[in-house]
């Protein structure tokens, strides 16, 4: 008897119901320093104490995804990525029970599922550091207190990725016999994790830790890029600045003068016409609101109209 209600219950659940992953991948990762390494621990590997007791570190510096970790060694500097290489940082889920397929919809990003897998460094430190198995370094990753947006829905389609969260990452050496992780490191690094657009920027520099092996003050510098094909919208495009025309006359001359209401790069030119009808010829050079500057005319027949025409459609 007591099975009873139970049943009924779910059978009001939605029948589509289902849990929904969407990979984390895409092309042209980079990083925010422009320096070409997305990942830096640049104080843990000591290689040799100076007379005044400062040490000599092999930096362990890495770039953006995809990249090859068994490579990694103190004299191979990995290269970048090329703009076309597909990368792979985890997944994202969700639950479609949670949307009516109809119209735009939000998922808040505090119902989301977010695992990002960056063991792709961990295996890079390892074969660097020559641990045995090379695969034994790992890391636990947070995020958590989340605000925005969250994953934007156009008729049970998943199309743009926006929020803001804090985020951990913890250093573990992982079991090769049981996978469980215990950590290196008395707290983990913090940081922040922006999306914008399905753009995941990265910035973890905050803090330094100790790691239980005895390395202290130990930095960590990550700031990857990575942009989510299938979570970018396309951006309308933007509105449309034109300027206004100035003319005043003065001393025989014509001063032609663009008056623009905000800043654009669109290019734009004066043109000159003894008639509305058409006949319209280019006067001057072409301009955008930083490098407009009044032109000047003669004033002489036949009269002619003015106007300023935009060079791009």
Same mark, same amino acid.
């Given at each position: 008897m007591s099975r009873l209600p139970l049943t009924l219950a779910l059978?009001?659940?939605?029948? *589509?119901?289902?849990q929904v992953t969407i990979p984390l991948t895409g092309t042209g990762a980079s990083e925010a320093n422009g320096n070409g390494h997305a990942f830096v621990i640049p104080d843990l590997d000591g290689?040799?104490?100076?007379?005044?007791?400062?040490?000599?570190?092999?930096p362990l510096t890495y770039p953006?995804?995809?990249?090859?970790?068994?490579?990694?060694?103190?004299?191979?500097?990995?290269?970048?990525?090329?703009?076309?290489?597909?990368?792979?940082?985890?997944?994202?889920?969700?639950?479609?029970?949670?949307?009516?397929?109809?119209?735009t919809e939000y998922i808040a990003p505090q119902s989301l599922g977010i695992l990002l897998d960056l063991e792709l460094y961990s295996d890079a430190c390892g074969y660097e550091l020559d641990v045995r198995p090379p695969t034994l370094p790992s890391q636990v990753i947070v995020v958590k207190n989340f605000t925005g947006p969250g994953l934007k829905l156009v008729n049970g389609t998943p199309v743009r990725l926006d929020f803001a969260a804090e985020i951990t990452f913890q250093p573990t050496y992982?079991?090769?016999?049981?996978?469980? *992780?215990?950590?290196?490191t008395s707290q983990p690094y913090r940081g922040r994790l922006v999306v914008e657009n399905g753009t995941f920027?990265?910035?973890?520099?905050?803090?330094?830790?100790?790691?239980?092996?005895?390395?202290?003050?130990? *930095?960590m510098e990550f700031d990857l890029i990575a942009t989510i094909a299938?979570?970018?919208?396309?951006?309308?495009?933007?509105?449309?600045?034109?300027?206004?025309?100035?003319? $005043?006359?003065?001393? $025989?001359?014509?001063?032609?003068?663009?008056?623009?209401?905000?800043?654009?790069?669109?290019?734009?030119?004066?043109?000159?016409?003894?008639?509305?009808?058409? $006949?319209w010829?280019?006067?001057?050079?072409?301009f955008?609101?930083?490098?407009?500057?009044?032109?000047?005319?003669?004033?002489?027949?036949?009269a002619r109209f003015f106007r300023i025409r935009s060079i791009e459609p």
């Open positions: 059978l009001t659940l939605p029948l *589509h119901a289902a290689l040799t104490v100076n007379p005044d007791g400062t040490v000599n570190y092999n953006p995804p995809p990249f090859n970790p068994t490579l990694a060694t103190p004299s191979n500097q990995l290269p970048a990525p090329g703009p076309n290489e597909v990368f792979d940082i985890g997944d994202l889920t969700y639950n479609d029970s949670l949307i009516t397929r109809q119209g992982k079991s090769p016999q049981t996978g469980q *992780h215990s950590y290196l920027r990265f910035d973890l520099a905050d803090n330094s830790v100790n790691y239980y092996i005895g390395a202290t003050n130990v *930095h299938s979570l970018s919208e396309a951006e309308p495009p933007a509105p449309l600045v034109m300027p206004t025309l100035g003319i $005043g006359v003065a001393g $025989g001359n014509v001063t032609l003068t663009p008056v623009f209401p905000a800043a654009t790069t669109r290019r734009f030119i004066f043109e000159a016409s003894p008639s509305l009808a058409g $006949g010829q280019d006067l001057g050079s072409q955008d609101s930083a490098s407009a500057v009044p032109l000047v005319v003669p004033l002489a027949p036949p």
